[in-house]
């Protein structure tokens, strides 16, 4: 499979669901686990997006970060371990690990640190 293919059918399935899961949301406000709420459905929503290999490169460029924004200024700290997991989870992809897209999710990650 290749890796357009595997991020299309396992975006959402394996990488951010996964990487919600795994967030401890204990001690944080409501407010701000609804804000992460909208954000994990819109970034669900970008799956469909993934159509090509810049179509892959653009997701993670642009539109992970842009829907990230407002999770980062309201946690930054919840923010970074929701891209941090996210970016894990696709890298543990063998199509992903293997691929160019591989130096764009590490470009998203160093992205969110302090």
């Not at 159509?51 to 700290?77: G, Q, W």
Request: net charge negative.
């Amino acid at each position: 499979m290749d890796v357009v293919k595997t991020l299309r059918y396992k975006f959402v399935r394996y990488c951010v669901n996964k990487a919600y899961v795994d967030l401890n949301l204990e001690g944080v406000p409501a407010e701000v686990v609804n804000v992460l709420d909208d954000v994990v459905n819109q970034i669900r929503d970008l799956e469909r997006h993934i159509v090509s290999f810049e179509s892959a490169v653009r997701v993670f460029r642009a539109d992970l970060p842009e829907k990230l924004k407002i999770l980062k200024e309201r946690d930054p700290a919840l923010a970074r371990a929701f891209i941090k997991n996210l970016v894990k989870y696709c890298l543990e992809l063998e199509e992903v690990a293997d691929s160019k897209l591989k130096d764009y999710l590490e470009e998203l990650l160093s992205s969110f640190k302090d």
